[in-house]
């Protein structure tokens, strides 16, 4: 699982790479260097590259989805 979370997260933070602060990106590119290496990370990289995750998610607005299926009223 966690492999798979890894994989998540970078594909996520590769949108926002232009976003982020020169020492994170720095820190991004390695989490990337060692995830083509097929590294598993250590609890101190994963929470690292998590909190960096939390930092620049941001969940969709799903309240416009529910404009599209209401019927119209005349």
């Known amino acids: 699982m966690p492999r798979r979370d890894q994989q998540k997260y970078l594909d ?3 949108k926002y790479e232009k976003k982020l602060t020169p020492k994170e990106l ?3 590119k390695m989490f990337v260097k060692r995830h ?3 590294e598993d990370f250590d609890t ?4 690292r590259l998590k909190e960096l995750y939390d930092k620049y ?5 799903r309240s416009k989805l529910d404009d599209l299926f209401k019927k119209k009223e005349e």
Do not use: G
């Open 12 to 14: 996520y933070l590769k």
């Open 26 to 28: 720095d820190e991004y």
């Open 36 to 38: 083509k290496d097929d």
């Open 44 to 47: 101190v990289s994963m929470r």
């Open 57 to 61: 998610y941001t969940a969709p607005d």
